[in-house]
């Protein structure tokens, strides 16, 4: 590993929204909330806490008004949601958010599927919302899908989503994060991308990747894009989410899993792992069903070791 490797990395938290919207358990505001305080006090530093989407489309996130309404502040903590369009972006600023993120695909089909829009089109509309949003102070993020593959599509020519993402920055949204959609880039793959971004500009505060470990080559992809100077990675309390084009596979990838590896390598997160710990318990008993985090099940398994042995000793 280079030295740049050690500098610190910010995870960003994407369980109560992509992780929810791909759950079939509904949470009540109060569940969400608590799940969100639990996840603060972790230490994450950037908290996704839900859509502005129509509520018919995700009902699993039909009260993001209300939950953004009533987050607690937590200092140092940046909460955000996404917005879909111009009445999305309304209904985040009067809720109170201060940043905001924009989503679209990098291939037709999924963009279609996804939005119902053309590419033009999703950039055309981003081109009205982003500036009113960065001129009300707010910062804008922009997730780009299907970047190293499209369930539709097949294989995806990295420079497709490089020009989208350059018209995205230039419309000032100031982070762009990187989508493995389907779980299906490898490391090669993974610098090949980073490299071609970063070439073209992209700082490494302006960059994030979105991976999903639908083949297991998550953490790997991670690590690869770290050693080349990414210090943004998108994770899931838990690994909550699963994966929407293959039922019963894991998804998104787990915030402990990615915290707990960067902390054995010396990389500083700010995140107290046993506090972690707590939130994914929280976020599995919310939930209902036990979740794919690896850390997760193994520090839940010790500690009831440890239960079980201080029973059996007294
Ligand atoms: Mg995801």
Not at 29 to 46: F, P
Not at 104 to 128: C, D, G, P, V, Y
Not at 196 to 205: E, I, Q
């Amino acid at each position: 590993m280079d030295g740049f490797a050690l500098k610190p990395v910010e995870l960003y938290e994407v369980g109560p929204r992509d992780g929810l919207q791909n759950e079939a358990a509904r949470l009540p505001v109060e569940a969400k909330l608590r799940l969100i305080d639990a996840i603060a006090a972790a230490g994450l530093s950037r908290i996704e806490v839900g859509s502005f989407v129509r509520a018919d489309w995700i009902p699993q996130l039909a009260d993001t008004d209300e939950v953004a309404r009533q987050l607690r502040p937590w200092p140092g903590v940046r909460f955000s949601a996404l917005v879909p369009n111009r009445h999305g972006l309304d209904r985040a600023l009067a809720a109170g958010l201060r940043e905001v993120a924009v989503f679209m695909s990098s291939t037709e089909a999924h963009n279609r599927k996804n939005t119902n829009k053309s590419i033009a089109e999703s950039l055309e509309l981003f081109h009205e919302i982003v500036p009113v949003a960065t001129q009300a102070g707010t910062r804008v993020r922009a997730y780009l899908s299907t970047v190293w593959g499209c369930p539709y599509e097949g294989k995806v020519d990295p420079r497709r989503s490089l020009t989208i993402a350059l018209a995205l920055k230039e419309m000032g949204c100031g982070e762009i994060s990187l989508g493995d959609t389907i779980g299906v880039g490898n490391p090669r793959q993974t610098q090949e991308i980073v490299r071609m971004f970063f070439a073209a500009g992209f700082g490494p505060g302006e960059l994030a990747l979105h991976l999903h470990d639908t083949n297991g080559t998550a953490l790997a992809n991670t690590l690869a894009a770290l050693d080349l100077g990414v210090r943004i990675f998108d994770t899931s309390i838990g690994g909550m989410g699963g994966c929407p084009y293959a039922p019963g596979a894991a998804g998104n990838l787990a915030t402990e899993d990615v915290a707990s590896m960067l902390a054995d390598m010396g990389v500083s997160t700010g995140i107290d792992l046993e506090k972690l710990i707590d939130a994914g318990e929280l976020a599995q008993e919310l939930i209902g069903r036990k979740l794919t985090g690896r850390r997760l099940q193994a520090a839940l398994g010790r500690r009831a070791g440890t239960e079980a042995r201080r029973a059996a000793s007294t």
